[in-house]
Each structure stands twice: as C-alpha cells, then as structure tokens.
C-alpha cells in the first residue's frame, strides 16, 4: 500500500480516477480550450449531493463566481485538460453547466463593416 502514498504530497489519485476511467465525454465536442463554463442559475449548494466528485463541485463553484474557460478551469484545479473535460460533460450531462462557444474568427463581421458602421455614426 506504501505506492498509494507520497511522503512530501500524500495520497496519490490519478487522474483516471477522477474521470472512473473515462477519456471522453458525449459533450466533448464543444469544449475546446477557449470554450467558456456558466454554471446554471438554478443550481445551488444543495445540488452538490453525494454523485459529484470534489472536482465537480470545484468546477461548479469556480464558475458560480464568473464564468471560466476550460482552460482556466484546468490550470485553476491543477488537472490535466482530458480530465476536466470529462467533468465538465458530466455537469453538463447533469445540467448544471452549460458551455458557451466564443464565436469562430470566420463568422466575425469583416474589419471594412465595422470601419463602416464607426464612419456611419460618426456621420450622423
């Protein structure tokens, strides 16, 4: 049992852990790096039973306070990006948070639209 155990850190749990095994998650799609956690406005301390991990409720309350990226999400736990993401979609899965993605740089208004649009109003 002395592997499970690191004198200057503890006990060890690896990620795979966390996750139950898990690599994938059927939200995983949509969370990439940049893409941003809300958790849901109903959701509230007494949602946080006995089927969340410590990791989910982290999760849950880092994004209560503002809304965070996957990847600050995983800097902020100290988790790899595999793992968060599994957790994530599990909340997702519980409705609890839902992902918000940043808009695509291709479907951003062309800089001569807004340059427009700047020289319109300054017209009126």
Known sequence: MSHWFDDEAG???RPYAMTRGRTTSAAQHRLDLIAVVVTEPYTDDSDADNTLSPEHVDIV???R???QSVAELAAELNLPIGVVR????DLVDEEMVH???P???AELPDESILRD???GLRAL
């Open 103 to 105: 808009v695509p740089p």
């Open 61 to 63: 309350e880092l994004c």
């Open 117 to 119: 649009v700047i020289n």
């Open 99 to 101: 992902v918000k993605r």
């Open 11 to 13: 006990p060890v749990v």
């Open 65 to 67: 306070d503002a809304p």
């Open 86 to 89: 599994v957790l994530i979609g």
